[in-house]
């Protein structure tokens, strides 16, 4: 926390490779990294930022749906190891046979 009371907000808008979950997350972590050195308390990345905005029909199977929760997955494990702040990560979650545009908040390992 900065003097006065304020955070540190930041948006960060990582290089991304559409459908590429492990690239995606590899990069989201290198901007919490950086956001921890420069003191950032809450990090918000893109709409759908582990599997790329534009995977159109490729949201629908299931390789893409368990690829965006392993990166998830690892996002919570290194993430907690990166950055003390709150993130919010966006990615498509499959329930009940639909599948959800949401944000995943994550903090300190924590979903």
Known sequence: MLPHGFLRVAAASPVLRVADCAFNAER????MRQAEADGVAVL???ELSLTGYTCADLFQHSTLQRGALDSLEHLLRAGAEVFSGVAFVGLPLAVDDQV?????VLHRGRL
């Open 28 to 31: 989201i972590l290198a901007l």
């Open 44 to 46: 918000v990345f893109p």
């Open 100 to 104: 959800f545009n949401c944000a995943a």
